[in-house]
């Protein structure tokens, strides 16, 4: 047996068991579960999807402002396009597949794959920080005891997220990464307004996506908006979870089991499980969604229009 056919069979035996703890973990506490707090309202639930759309589309506009700031000079739509079409490799693990689309998009256009490193790094680096932003700030705001003592520790890890940006620092500590990687060093030519402007866009894009998943929760199971921001924080803290765990494609499982965990301060256990599965079936329906509206307006935009026909002639 090959390393690589043996890596994909512990890899997935390791996906498997965490679904398997976490369903083991939801029969166990079943009893917690009060099937009169479930319901469905429909309109919620188009709400959340139109708002999570929204929060995609977002963060794409925000991929097109790092490509500009980078001088890489594609039209807005086609920018969209590439990165939307390119975040479907999330689904393959490794997350190399999503990467690898980009680059060969953006050779077609004549833009480096240098250049596109740059901003895919200058991105990444943006969006963990924007995710670690948002749960320092949902720390902050939400009203657990466990929490209020790290307080002034949270402050001071949203000012070094403020002090990594700063590109000499940002240059720095990205090139001492590419050299354990063996790769070019790379050269951050965007200024500090436009790193804070990025850092900026990808918070508001995550608070979009906390008032999207508010509304994706209340479609089913009624909870106070007190909690936005703490539910808001606990995905954006799962989600990095997820996305360090390069052997699960899009972090299928280890974002489950983290958001099961963090979300039982203030969910029941069984009810943290469905919110925490749903969540999964919810986000990839919204992103087919958005792929589907972006590749019929690009087949509607290329379709040449028909030619006027002529009239009849008599016979």
């Known amino acids: 047996m090959s390393r690589k056919t043996l890596f994909k069979i512990i890899k997935y035996t390791i996906i498997l068991l965490i679904f398997f703890f976490i369903l083991k973990y939801f029969y166990e506490n079943r009893y917690t579960l009060n099937y009169n707090q479930l319901h469905f309202n429909f309109m919620y639930l188009g709400i959340s999807v139109l708002i ?16 500009k700031q980078n001088n890489c000079n594609i039209p807005f739509f086609e920018t969209i396009k590439m990165r939307i079409y390119s975040d479907f490799g999330k689904y ?39 995710a670690i932003v948002i749960a320092l700030v949902s720390i902050y705001f939400s009203d657990i005891a466990l929490l209020r003592k790290y307080y002034a520790a949270f402050l001071v890890m949203a000012v070094v997220c403020l002090i990594v940006i700063y590109p000499p620092v940002l240059e720095f500590t990205t090139n001492k990464i590419m050299k354990l990687l063996r790769r070019e060093p ?112 690009s087949y509607c935009i290329k379709k040449p229009y028909l030619k006027q026909s002529t009239p009849n002639e008599k016979l």
């Open 92 to 130: 393959i693990p490794g997350k190399i597949v999503a990467y690898g689309i980009l680059f060969y998009s953006y050779n077609q256009k004549s833009i480096s794959k240098k250049r596109i490193a740059v901003c895919s790094f200058q991105e990444l680096i943006m969006g963990t920080l924007a």
């Open 186 to 297: 790379i050269s951050i030519i965007s200024n500090y307004a436009q790193l804070v402007l990025v850092l900026l866009l990808f918070v508001i894009s995550w608070l979009v996506f906390g008032l999207g998943f508010y509304f994706f929760i209340n479609s089913f199971y009624t909870y106070s908006i007190s909690y936005y921001f703490f539910t808001t924080g606990a995905f954006a803290i799962a989600g990095l979870l997820g996305f360090v765990a390069i052997f699960a494609p899009a972090g299928l499982g280890v974002r489950e089991g983290a958001l099961v965990f963090i979300l039982g301060y203030v969910f029941t256990r069984a009810i943290s499980v469905i919110i925490s599965l749903l969540s999964r079936v919810w986000m990839i329906f919204c992103e087919l969604i958005f792929f589907l509206c972006i590749f019929v307006l």
């Open 52 to 67: 999570y759309v929204a929060h995609i589309f977002i963060n794409a506009a925000v991929w097109y402002i790092i490509t």
